[in-house]
């Protein structure tokens, strides 16, 4: 089975800063309650080809990061990605790997400080994956 990995959409990425609720920086990204730490790149997210031509590339549906798209000659402006004759809309965010296994994030001494400065009851459940702990910082920080 592949690495996991998560896109984070820069409206979230933003939200999210504004409530102190991450730390980021140009090579990681910190869930606090937590301190599971991810590996970020900048990458898009392709909603849909606009210009009406055949998506070639089979981009449509996918997260890829901003070299991969230098590498086959793309450019991407905002929400918009250009491939030869075929016009993309792109949410901009970034690709995030998980640093480490999440059994080491479960006993790594920096998980146990930040629960214990969250405030959170120690009898809280713990997450069994990293899809569940990012499912309940979802839950708790989307509006």
């Known amino acids: 089975m592949g690495e996991n990995r998560v896109f984070f959409p820069q409206a979230a990425l933003d ?3 504004a409530e102190d ?3 980021l920086n140009a090579e990681e990204l910190v869930i606090r309650a937590e301190a599971r730490r991810y590996r970020i790149v900048e990458a898009v997210r392709i909603l849909s080809e606009v210009a009406g031509g055949l998506d070639e590339n089979q981009l449509v549906g996918k997260v890829k ?10 450019e ?3 929400t918009s990605l250009i491939v030869g004759e075929n016009a993309y809309e792109v949410v901009p965010g970034f690709l995030g790997s998980p640093v480490g296994s ?3 994030h ?4 920096a998980r146990a400080e930040a629960r214990a400065g969250s405030g959170e009851p120690a009898s ?3 997450p069994n994956s990293d899809e569940d702990l990012l499912a ?3 839950i708790s920080n989307l509006d």
């Open 15 to 17: 939200e999210w800063i």
């Open 21 to 23: 609720t991450i730390d």
């Open 65 to 74: 990061s901003q070299q991969y798209l230098a590498d086959i000659g793309a």
């Open 76 to 78: 991407v402006l905002d």
């Open 102 to 104: 999440f059994a080491e």
């Open 106 to 109: 479960l006993t790594g001494p």
């Open 124 to 126: 809280k459940s713990s």
């Open 136 to 138: 309940h910082f979802l």
